[in-house]
């Protein structure tokens, strides 16, 4: 059982465009939601994080809006730059860190010129 | 630097033999993780482990062992039993504290000849 749904697969953005990555969660005790960005042949390396308590969260051009009543919540990179170009995976976690994390299946963004 | 040190980044093993991967950490984390990556399959857990000479299993443990002797070093061991080895594997630790992330090493490229 999925507990994590990510999608799409694969993205493709022209460079300046806004990708937009979207994750479905079913339950309802995750408290913790983390994006994580990985490069080929590396590790991931965490993003941005939110907690329920909030509807949006902005660190530089990530944001994540966060709907708990539909139970998901998304990545935004606005101005979206070929050095973006990266798989992206949304996380959640019970109790409030990212002491067990459930991944998404990871979406591969590529970032035309 | 601090940092978690995958080796070797790539590991060939005929079929049948058991192989260990390494994972240090000098970030002086107490929690480490080791993660499975597959091809649009995410992060899946095998271990994890919160203290020293304890570990959990995680959601895909059937053919791996680990131990936990030191703070810093959480080898993992694929056994001849797990039936599809070939996969990427992640190894990640974590500080105390619900706001500390998992940090990755650059992982380890196993391949089953």
Same mark, same amino acid.
């Not at chain 1, 902005?58 to 139970?71: H, L, P």
């Given at each position: 059982?999925?507990?994590?749904?990510?999608?799409?697969?694969?993205?493709?953005?022209?460079?300046?465009?806004?990708?937009?990555?979207?994750?479905?969660?079913?339950?309802?005790?995750?408290?913790?939601?983390?994006?994580?960005?990985?490069?080929?042949?590396?590790?991931?390396?965490?993003?941005?994080?939110?907690?329920?308590?909030?509807?949006?969260?902005?660190?530089?051009?990530?944001?994540?809006?966060?709907?708990?009543?539909?139970?998901?919540?998304?990545?935004?990179?606005?101005?979206?730059?070929?050095?973006?170009?990266?798989?992206?995976?949304?996380?959640?976690?019970?109790?409030?860190?990212?002491?067990?994390?459930?991944?998404?299946?990871?979406?591969?963004?590529?970032?035309?010129? | 630097?601090? *940092?978690?040190?995958?080796?070797?980044? $790539?590991?060939?093993?005929?079929?049948?033999?058991?192989? /260990?991967?390494?994972?240090?950490? !000098?970030? !002086?984390?107490? @929690?480490? %993780?080791?993660?499975?990556?597959?091809?649009?399959?995410?992060?899946?857990?095998? $271990?994890? &482990?919160?203290?020293?000479?304890?570990?959990?299993?995680?959601?895909? @443990?059937?053919? %791996? &062992?680990?131990?936990?002797?030191?703070?810093?070093?959480?080898?993992? /061991?694929?056994?001849?039993?797990?039936? !599809?080895?070939? @996969?990427? %594997? +992640?190894?990640?630790?974590?500080?105390?504290?619900?706001?500390?992330?998992?940090?990755? *090493?650059? *992982? /380890?490229? +196993?391949?089953?000849?």
């Amino acid at each position: 059982q999925q507990q994590v749904k990510q999608s799409p697969q694969s993205l493709i953005v022209q460079k300046g465009g806004i990708s937009i990555i979207n994750c479905a969660y079913e339950n309802t005790a995750f408290d913790y939601f983390p994006w994580y960005q990985q490069f080929p042949g590396k590790g991931p390396a965490l993003l941005i994080a939110i907690r329920p308590d909030v509807s949006e969260k902005k660190e530089g051009r990530f944001t994540i809006s966060f709907n708990k009543s539909a139970k998901q919540f998304s990545l935004h990179i606005m101005d979206s730059q070929p050095g973006d170009s990266a798989t992206y995976f949304c996380a959640a976690s019970i109790g409030g860190g990212s002491e067990k994390l459930v991944f998404g299946k990871g979406t591969k963004l590529t970032v035309n010129p | 630097d601090g *940092g978690i040190t995958q080796s070797p980044k $790539y590991l060939f093993r005929k079929e049948g033999q058991n192989v /260990t991967l390494s994972c240090e950490q !000098n970030l !002086n984390h107490d @929690a480490m %993780y080791w993660y499975r990556q597959d091809p649009g399959q995410g992060l899946r857990l095998i $271990y994890y &482990s919160q203290i020293v000479n304890d570990f959990q299993k995680g959601d895909i @443990a059937e053919g %791996y &062992s680990v131990s936990r002797e030191k703070k810093e070093s959480f080898p993992l /061991t694929v056994t001849s039993a797990q039936k !599809n080895p070939t @996969a990427f %594997y +992640l190894c990640a630790s974590r500080g105390l504290g619900s706001d500390q992330p998992q940090h990755f *090493g650059d *992982g /380890t490229r +196993l391949s089953i000849l």
